[in-house]
């Protein structure tokens, strides 16, 4: 079965940095596409990044442009959201996805159990 088991969530003060990982595991197709969600409390889960693994094209939300930088190790499966210049707003359940294929319009096809961010003001 697929896994995907993100860390790296916690506390920091605004304009402070978090890694977050997300290790995946559990099948062996090489074409798929590897991501972050997030949800704030009461509103939707939203897509912030994603990042193909052939080709390495990327996705970012307008809100996190210039600011986060997504990152991704084949081998390890393995893929990064590094955040930098982090907000209040960034506050939200953070939660890896991953697609079967180089679709990224559709639902992703797994999702992680998602880790906390909390930006302090």
């Known amino acids: 079965d697929v896994q995907l088991v993100e860390s790296g969530g916690g506390l920091v003060q605004a304009g402070g940095s978090l890694r977050l990982s997300c290790a995946a595991s559990g099948f062996s197709f090489d074409d798929y596409i590897i991501g972050w969600f997030h949800q704030a409390p009461g509103k939707e889960r939203e897509a912030v990044s994603a990042i193909k693994s052939l080709d390495g094209n990327t996705y970012y939300t307008d809100s996190v442009k210039g600011r986060f930088r997504i990152s991704k190790d084949n081998a390890k499966k393995t893929v990064y959201l590094q955040m930098n210049e982090l907000e209040p707003e960034d506050t939200a359940v953070y939660y890896c996805?991953?697609?079967?294929?180089?679709?990224?319009?559709?639902?992703?096809?797994?999702w992680g159990q998602g880790t906390q961010v909390i930006v302090s003001s």
């Open positions: 996805a991953l697609w079967v294929g180089d679709n990224w319009y559709k639902r992703p096809d797994y």
